[in-house]
């Protein structure tokens, strides 16, 4: 379990970033974590295995502060992928790359390997473990930087914006990986500008705004009409499937498939 | 205010084949604030020196401190010349830091190749088929110290020069745009490093390196690192002198400065003297009119 009590975050320079943050997520959760470019997502997170410490307020996990506790420890438990890829790839080789973390946390031989392989195939780059990173296009950095994290198979997985840059099929996989890892019992806890990855993919939306959190529930009622204007404060629009549900009055409608059962509902 | 001169000032290009129109040396006051807000900001009296002359300050303490050798004469370069330059300028603690930074992982991997490789009398001690000498210490000392001072002459160079006020020097010294370019572009790629290696040892840290434990973790974390950030501040130059291709940055011509640096005579005195001051040690030193280095 992850508890942020009165997290006050101010960077080196003055500019506060997060300004008083509550927040309680339970094992196994799917959370979304939402709104407009620099209202603190990122610096939320880096909160969760010590890479920035709070100004005021403390983190817990599992029931213990984090503060004292090395960055290198609590990345056995949080597993974190950097918004942008470059900032984290520093192998020459793919496969060298994803070992990187999981070999910190210990793992060696065949229990490495499988880890490793696992990781690869979960994102599609099996086929390419053996070149450069910086041969692969961005979109396909992003995912490398994806499976860095997985085959540290950590308990609580963060992911910054992991669909950004790519196609149709790699949101899929995204999708596909925050689904498998739900299923295991994984938290899950990702930063996204795609609503409809956010209604489709997450169990509980977080919407931030100016260093706080303005609001936070499931989606059909984060993305309910009585939220818009809230949402509209921090620049964010929500899914057309909602839109169109509620322009029909079919109710909260978040993800497609519910609006389309809505839509069967009526004319049946 | 013209509205050509004001294109001219939102693209920040200067008409370089045509001459000046009439009256162009009397800038509006919006046009003189607006130059004023183009130039560095110059918060000591360091800083405010001709970057020419911080250069020549810089290039002469490194070949110093080559030419002579020894453990006296590069700290005197460095206690007498970088370290008050540093106070002056107000950032010897960052600079010390800097330094340390920059030399560490080659100081780490001399005093490993020399220490146990050179061949000599004294042996310290043994470990496996390799003895380390007092010899290959001493040497891997004077080796670190070099390049600590060379690294603090460069930093404070680096630390006190806007790479765009140096490109304006050169450029107006004669220097071919492209060229004083490449001299900023060089400038600025350290820095950039920097930042880059922090933060891709933060992504590291996230990833389980015990970068905040023992000394040997830290040097672990930063050795895979040297390639891949200067490769990737390389690319970043290049990508940055095509973004200024783009922008007629390569076009002939004779071009106007939007602003320029002052110098004065007692600046060009003081780099003849540092260049002189060098030449005479280099002289002496190859001439062996100056002791043996201690
Ligand atoms: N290293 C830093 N130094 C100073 N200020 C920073 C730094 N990083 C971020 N900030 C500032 O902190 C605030 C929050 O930034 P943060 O990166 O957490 O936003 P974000 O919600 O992740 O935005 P985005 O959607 O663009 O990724 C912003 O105002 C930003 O300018
Ligand atoms: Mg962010």
Not at chain 2, 106 to 130: D, H, M, N, Y
């Amino acid at each position: 379990m992850i508890e942020i009590r009165g997290l006050v975050f101010d960077y080196p320079g003055g500019s506060r970033a997060l300004d008083g943050i509550d927040l309680t997520i339970q094992d196994g959760e799917r959370v979304a974590i939402i709104g407009q470019n620099g209202s603190g997502k990122s610096t939320l997170v880096k909160h969760l295995n010590g890479l920035l410490r709070p100004t005021m307020g403390e983190v817990f996990l599992d029931g213990a502060p984090t503060a004292g506790i090395r960055v290198a420890h609590l990345a056995a438990r949080v597993g974190l992928a950097f918004q942008d890829p470059d900032r984290q790839i520093f192998a020459g080789k793919v496969r060298t790359e994803v070992a990187f973390g999981p070999r910190n946390l210990g793992r060696r031989g065949g229990e490495l390997a499988a880890a490793v392989d696992a990781a690869l195939v979960a994102v599609g780059l099996d086929g390419v473990a053996d070149q450069n990173p910086y041969d692969l296009g961005y979109s396909r950095r992003k995912l490398l930087a994806l499976a860095s994290i997985l085959a540290m198979d950590t308990r609580v997985v963060i992911l910054d914006e992991p669909t950004t840059g790519q196609d149709a099929d790699g949101v899929d996989r995204v999708r596909r990986i925050v689904s498998d890892l739900g299923a295991a019992g994984r938290t899950v806890i990702a930063i996204s500008h795609d609503m409809r990855f956010v209604a489709d993919s997450f169990e509980r939306v977080v919407v931030m705004g100016a260093g706080r959190v303005l609001l936070d529930g499931p989606p059909a009622n984060v993305f309910a009409e009585a939220g818009w204007p809230t949402l509209a404060t921090t620049y964010l629009e929500p899914p057309l499937a909602a839109r169109v549900g509620a322009r029909l009055d079919l109710g909260a409608t978040a993800t497609e498939v519910s609006l389309i059962e809505a839509l069967a509902a009526r004319a049946g | 205010m013209s509205e050509r001169s004001a294109r001219r000032r939102a693209d920040g290009i200067d008409d370089a084949t045509t001459a000046p129109p009439p009256g162009a040396d009397q800038l509006s006051e919006a046009d003189a604030a607006y130059l004023a807000g183009l130039a560095p900001a110059t918060p000591t009296a360091y800083h405010r020196q001709n970057p020419l002359t911080k250069a020549t300050a810089a290039t002469m303490a490194t070949l110093g401190a080559f030419v002579l050798g020894g453990y006296v004469g590069p700290l005197a370069i460095l206690v007498l010349g970088v370290v008050p330059g540093a106070i002056v300028a107000g950032l010897l603690g960052r600079l010390v830091r800097l330094a340390a930074l920059i030399s560490l992982p080659i100081a780490v991997s001399v005093a490993l190749v020399s220490v146990f490789t050179r061949a000599g009398e004294t042996v310290l001690f043994v470990i496996g088929p390799f003895d380390a000498t007092l010899e290959g210490v001493d040497f891997a000392a004077q080796i670190i110290v070099r390049l600590f001072v060379i690294a603090m002459a460069l930093g404070l160079f680096g630390l006190t020069t806007d790479p765009r006020a140096l490109v304006v020097d050169l450029e107006r010294r004669g220097v071919p745009p492209r060229v004083a370019f490449a001299a900023a572009a060089t400038l600025e790629t350290i820095p950039a490093m920097i930042e880059r290696a922090q933060t891709i040892q933060a992504a590291q840290r996230a990833r389980g390196l015990d970068t905040e434990g023992s000394l040997g973790a830290r040097v672990r974390g930063v050795m895979p690192l040297v390639g891949p950030v200067i490769l990737s501040s390389l690319t970043e130059v290049e990508e940055r002198s095509l973004a200024l291709e783009v922008r007629a940055f390569g076009r002939p011509g004779r071009r106007h400065l939007l602003w320029t640096l002052p110098d004065s005579g007692r600046q060009r005195l003081v780099r003849w003297l540092l260049v002189g001051l060098f030449l005479a040690v280099a002289v002496g030193r190859v001439s062996g009119s100056l002791p043996a280095p201690l």
